[in-house]
């Protein structure tokens, strides 16, 4: 039997418990959706790439500039290749990271707009 993982940064689940988000393994980590949008990945792994262990944002490039603004330690995600994606990282190692997450539960709770996407639909495999 697998050993699951706890949920890292749990006091998130706690700031959107009004939601009644849904958390759900993936890439070793806990996705954690409202709706049937993906909002966050929270990531706390240890050895490779501990430089991308905080809370992963679900968004889109066009909302990067007004969201840096918001969160000055908001980055994109090493691990995920070189150039900018729609995901955006507040680091875990930012002296901010708390006070970040904290806001970034505050704009889901709003329904920020610029926060969380709908997965694309996963492709039936042939048998």
């Given at each position: 039997?697998k050993?699951?993982?706890?949920?890292?940064?749990?006091?998130?689940?706690?700031q959107?418990?009004?939601?009644?988000?849904?958390?759900?393994?993936?890439?070793?980590?806990?996705?954690?959706?409202?709706?049937?949008?993906?909002?966050?990945?929270?990531?706390?792994?240890a050895?490779?790439?501990?430089?991308?262990?905080?809370?992963?944002?679900?968004?889109?490039?066009?909302?990067?500039?007004?969201?840096?603004?918001?969160?000055?330690?908001?980055?994109?995600?090493?691990?995920?290749?070189?150039?900018?994606?729609?995901?955006q990282?507040?680091?875990?190692?930012?002296?901010?990271?708390?006070?970040?997450?904290?806001?970034?539960?505050?704009?889901?709770?709003?329904?920020d707009?610029?926060?969380?996407?709908?997965?694309?639909?996963?492709?039936?495999?042939k048998?």
């Amino acid at each position: 039997m697998k050993k699951s993982n706890p949920i890292a940064f749990d006091f998130v689940l706690e700031q959107l418990f009004s939601l009644e988000p849904r958390i759900k393994p993936m890439f070793g980590c806990h996705a954690i959706y409202v709706g049937d949008k993906i909002m966050l990945i929270v990531r706390n792994k240890a050895g490779a790439h501990e430089d991308d262990n905080g809370i992963w944002i679900s968004t889109k490039t066009e909302h990067h500039p007004t969201l840096k603004k918001i969160f000055p330690s908001m980055r994109s995600i090493n691990v995920l290749g070189n150039g900018e994606t729609n995901w955006q990282i507040l680091p875990a190692e930012a002296e901010d990271f708390e006070e970040s997450a904290i806001k970034v539960c505050e704009l889901i709770l709003k329904h920020d707009l610029r926060i969380g996407n709908v997965p694309k639909a996963k492709k039936l495999k042939k048998r």
